[in-house]
């Protein structure tokens, strides 16, 4: 699986008929139509009836929903995690513990022995793989049901093909059912111990997938340019610890963009223009994963071409990126190219890109242009004052 990060501003745990299930708050623009918009509250149903769910389904949700009481001994995050798992394996096998799958995948969330996974068939086992690989990534709580899921499961980004839902939506999609699930059997769900040996470290799975990243409809940066700093930086920060948000010098995070996240004073030297992170925030979401090398240089002790580069203003208005999607991006090459013409359509009149001198001709309407080195694709705010564009790419 690519780890995708689905875009969201915050994902917060809270109590709905007596059950901690999922919110997000987003307080972005609406995205297109094409992308899921994750951002109702969830509210659990009661009874068994609208759940309408076979024996075998039922004793898997209740596996799953006591396992996680097991792994999360606070029972809010316990139910928001069973709420993950049991989306994500309506999403994988409908709730039944397969014998079979794609390839060697098996079970309730289609774990495969060659990615690392053993006793996939049995619910119990299959449910704590799943959720203590969950509990091992620090800031799930902040990510959407599908991004959580993502950041567990091995599998395609787009399985049905590039103009179909990405697996993040769909298991997005999944998620008001789930919780109604949980919320519903929480209850005649007890805790379950985990298997001996099941929490091994070794048993952690490995990708062993290679399939390159597909493109999104999505408008990923235009739908994020109403999220405040901290959101687009809390963003960054959980991509990041996903390993979605890539080629950062750790510096650049610990110094530039946790504390942004976090709210709290950050240096002068440090400060980075809002949209520069909403930029980066709706490009992670678009492509699924991001590469940056560069932000703001002064912070972390750079003062490479200080004199002019819009890296060394306060704050930095310039970004460089070296992949979008796993794919690598050295201003001419055909990913390069799509991304310039997706960012035409949201960066604000009177930005500025590089790498004129990697490429061909190619026309902005947005931007101005200047040559630098072909080892990456540089994006700044130039003298702009506008906000990032709303218009559809």
Known sequence: MKIAVAFTAAFLLF??????????????????????????????ATGDGPLQLSASQKANAQTIIGVAKTVFPDPAIAN???TVAVATAIQESGLESLDHGDRDSLGLFQQRPSAGYVNATDPVWAATQFLTR????????????????????????????????????????????????VGTLTGASPAIPLPAGSTDPNLRPVDVNTAPAAKTTCTGAAAFSQASAQQAAQVLVAGWEAGTLVDFESSMITEEI??????KPIRPECEIDPRILQLMAGLLQKYGSLGVSDINRPCVGIALNCAFSLHCAHPSKALDIVSVGGRGVDGGNAASLELLAYLDQVMPNGSGTGQSNCRGDMSFKNFHTFEDSCNHVHIDLGDATDPLSATKA
């Open 15 to 44: 109590a709905a008929a007596a059950v901690g299930v999922i919110g997000m708050l987003l307080t972005a623009a609406p995205a297109a139509a094409a992308c899921t918009t994750p951002g109702t509250p969830i509210t659990a």
């Open 80 to 82: 928001a995690a069973a």
């Open 134 to 181: 969950l509990a091992a990534i620090p800031s799930w709580t902040t990510l959407s049901v599908g991004q959580a899921a993502m950041s567990v499961q091995i599998a395609a980004e787009y399985p049905n093909g590039t103009d179909r839902p990405s697996y993040v939506d769909q298991v997005i999609g999944h998620a008001t059912e789930a919780a109604a699930i």
């Open 258 to 263: 946790i504390p942004i996240a976090q709210g």
